[in-house]
């Protein structure tokens, strides 16, 4: 690592180092709390019981009362259930019979099961009071357990090859407006649960939609375990293509145990996909959207191949959403994704078909605690906050004026294994491609209390906070900032290096900046720490 002659620190010796900038130091504000979920129960009312277990339809399923009364010479299955209870007003449940206890339910119809539409629905698989499921769903052709309306509670299912998705159909996509659903006590396995508003239509299928709320969702203790082929094992997307000003809030996911998939959770605020771009032209952008209040705690997240907890506002050219008000804590991240928590305010797109015309832009986040989580990385780095990033592998225009604001990084324990990069790393901006990353900016952080232990092979560092970055790639990083930044009480051991300020690292990163910090307090472990203003062949950056 090339470092410029100006402000190398060693801290070999035992006592901690501290550092100031001339004059007061800007303080990194405190976050603000998420808002909590207004969950209200699903109510009894009605109660229609699967007795069989086909795919048929052979009762008269206009609604609960007249499948009660009809059910059809082989009773009611599943199905009939589903349509009979959107046919019915006010609260209803759907129970399974005592006799279908370790059954599995298989799905005979190619494509999906009716969605859930009727609205104030509690279905229950959990049959003899244990707490656990006793009914399979099998959707091996394809089908997927979906919700389309409020009040709707789904616990002690299990599913195999069926995920559970939120979102709109049809074109019609009402109501726009959807809240009150609880998953609790799930086994899912094979597909995902992913709540977006615009669910399951594709570009060329619709309009671009707009001003769909999905609000007051609880996910807790469910477990979900999804192949290597599959995205996201848990998806929160407010808008993908065509759907702007559309919004996800107050959110909860506890005690759920996440495995597999390239990612564990995952939320974005506007995502777009090669796969939602391909084959459309013009290209509907996603402008506008918003993942607000959301709590992530006491989550095991293991075998995710590429990133265990991250927060993604926009991608692809779209631009003016955010993420805001996370409360990320309690969770442990096991057997190594390459980045276990990370944060994006705007990237560029790694897989992409077709033109991405214009910036990524004007997208934040803003109000994050990452608290007492247990993090191991063995690839890349533990905790990444970042306002402009990712790879492309076209070559897209800038990810530009993006925004990370108000992040608290606090008591986290993390084990650095392997060829890991950093424990902590937070970057104004990073460019990983042939993309432009400018003006990007990340203020107010953080970094207390944290425990960083590195393998004696990894040759990490402890803590990073560079303005603008070249991490790979032949883009330029110009213009980036780091404002406002604390380190402070942290115990780091094994390091390389313990803490890294840099204004500018690699060749082309120009004009960025660190500004205002205070490093005090830490116990570095023996290892040295470094303030420059550039490295890695860097020049023309700062730290002040």
């Known amino acids: 690592m090339q470092t410029s002659a100006a402000a190398t620190t060693s801290a070999r010796a035992a006592v901690p180092l501290v550092t100031r900038t001339p004059g007061p130091v800007v303080i990194a504000r405190a976050p603000a709390a998420p808002a909590t979920p207004r969950i209200t129960g699903a109510g009894s009312g009605a109660i229609v019981t699967v ?117 709109c159909a049809d074109a019609a996509c009402e109501p726009k407006t959807v809240g009150n659903i609880r998953l609790v006590g799930n086994v899912i396995e094979g597909r ?178 990452i608290r007492s989580n247990v993090v191991e990385a063995t690839n890349q780095s533990a905790i990444l906050v970042a306002a402009a990033g990712k790879p492309s592998s076209n070559r897209p225009p800038a990810v530009s004026d993006n925004s990370v604001e108000r992040v608290e990084i606090r008591d986290n324990t993390v084990t650095l294994r392997e060829t890991a990069g950093a424990g902590i790393r937070v970057h104004g901006g990073a460019v990983y491609g042939p993309e432009a990353v400018l003006r990007n900016v990340v203020s107010d952080v953080a970094i207390v209390a944290n425990r960083i232990t590195a393998d004696p092979d990894a040759r990490a560092l402890g803590i990073d906070v560079t303005g603008g970055r070249i991490a790979a790639g032949d883009g330029p990083a110009q213009q980036n900032e780091v404002r406002s930044v604390v380190v402070r009480d942290n115990v780091l051991s094994g390091t390389e290096i313990a803490v890294m300020l840099a204004g500018g690292r690699g060749p082309r990163a120009t004009g960025n900046a660190v500004v205002g910090y205070a490093i005090e307090r830490n116990d570095l472990g023996g290892a040295e720490s470094r303030i420059v203003p550039d490295a890695d062949g860097a020049s023309g950056n700062s730290v002040r």
Do not use: C
């Not at 229950?124 to 709707?152: C, E, N, Q, Y």
């Not at 564990?264 to 996603?286: E, K, Q």
């Open 51 to 167: 007795t069989n277990a086909t795919d048929e339809v052979n009762g008269d399923t206009t609604n609960i009362a007249a499948l009660t009364a009809a059910p059809g010479a082989d009773g009611i299955s599943f199905r009939e259930a589903v349509v009979a209870a959107n046919g019915t007003a006010g609260e209803k449940s759907i129970r399974f019979a005592a006799s279908l206890k370790g059954a599995v339910i298989r799905q005979s119809r190619p494509g999906l099961l009716p969605p859930l539409t009727g609205g104030s629905l509690s279905i229950d698989g959990d049959i003899d009071g244990d707490g656990s499921p006793d009914v399979t769903l099998d959707g091996s052709l394809g089908s997927s357990l979906g919700i389309r309306s409020s009040g709707v509670s789904i616990a002690r299912l299990r599913l195999v090859a069926m995920g559970i998705t939120f979102g």
């Open 192 to 369: 995902p649960i992913v709540v977006s508003p615009m669910g399951l239509i594709r570009a060329e299928q619709v309009a671009p939609l707009s001003g769909l709320v999905w609000e007051d969702i609880e996910i807790t203790g469910n477990r979900i375990t999804v192949g290597p082929e599959v995205d996201s094992a848990l998806v929160l997307r407010a808008g993908n293509e065509g759907s702007s000003r559309s919004r996800i809030s107050r959110v909860t996911i506890s005690g759920n145990r996440l495995s597999g998939g390239r990612a564990g959770i995952n939320l974005a605020a506007s995502d777009v996909t090669s796969a939602d771009h391909g084959g459309t032209s013009p290209i509907r952008y996603s402008d506008g959207n918003s993942v607000e209040d959301v709590t992530i705690a006491d989550n095991v997240v293991s075998g995710a191949s590429h990133q265990g907890i991250v927060l993604q506002t926009a991608n692809a050219g779209n631009r003016d959403s955010r993420i805001a008000r996370v409360l990320i804590s309690g969770n442990r991240l096991e057997r190594g994704p390459d980045y276990p928590i990370v944060l994006w305010a705007g990237e560029a797109t790694e897989t992409f078909v077709g033109d991405q015309p214009r910036s990524t832009s004007g997208n934040a986040i803003t109000d994050v605690a």
